[in-house]
């Protein structure tokens, strides 16, 4: 089931970044964005999983993605809430600066 939300939210991210994009805008920072939320949805995904193998407690899940349930992950990632979270953050954190110096 998180694999469908996860693939709903990229196709998603995907079209609306391409569209940007194509339209103008600022295609390094919007690459480096798009990096990130695949880097997080990569990451979350395989928290979700160590999750529902018991291998992360739902406190655990909770406070790397924002939501201890993995039904609600395409909630999340269309909200655009998935950047306030730690791992969120991390994510962004990793490629947004270099976006930034190449502006």
Known sequence: MSD????WGQ???IANTFNKLKGGGDSALNTAAAKAQKTYMDKANQYIQESLEGKLSKAQLSSYLGTDDP???GK???S???AETSLGKAALNKYIPAAEKVI
């Open 4 to 7: 469908v939300a996860l693939q």
């Open 76 to 78: 999340l990632l269309e």
């Open 11 to 13: 196709q998603k991210f």
């Open 80 to 82: 655009g809430k998935w």
């Open 71 to 73: 039904y609600n992950f």
